[in-house]
């Protein structure tokens, strides 16, 4: 089972870390490559991206909060960064605002990650 769990959690930062490429990499690509443009631009990516996380952070942190209850702080901040991505995926904000929301969002997710991680080994 514990190797289940872990397989949830590296699989949710390597989510976060395909999309902090997807936002920070792939507009400066768009300048070589109109491809890679046209796909850094698709606002679909997005919603795939946060209907991707939603499931896999929840499952990951509640198979783990089954077997040790996880933090209040860890809820929080898994909570914070998939509204975060959210609050970029759905573009509400203004178009300025989708970057910094969305990295910020995978960036906590990643960070509820690689505690729950870390709390799992140090048992």
Partial sequence: ?????AVFDVS???LSGLCLLHCLA???????????????EAEWVHGVFVLIAVPLTSYALW??????PLPAALWLLAGTGLALLLAGA???LGERAETPLTVAGSLALAST??????RRHAR
């Fill in 26 to 40: 792939l507009p400066l690509l768009a300048a070589l490559l109109p491809l890679f443009g046209t796909w850094s």
């Fill in 90 to 92: 759905s573009g509400g």
């Fill in 113 to 118: 990650h690689l505690w729950n991680a870390a």
């Fill in 63 to 68: 198979r783990a909060h089954r077997h040790r």
């Fill in 1 to 5: 089972m514990k190797n289940a769990a």
């Fill in 12 to 14: 949710a930062i390597a």
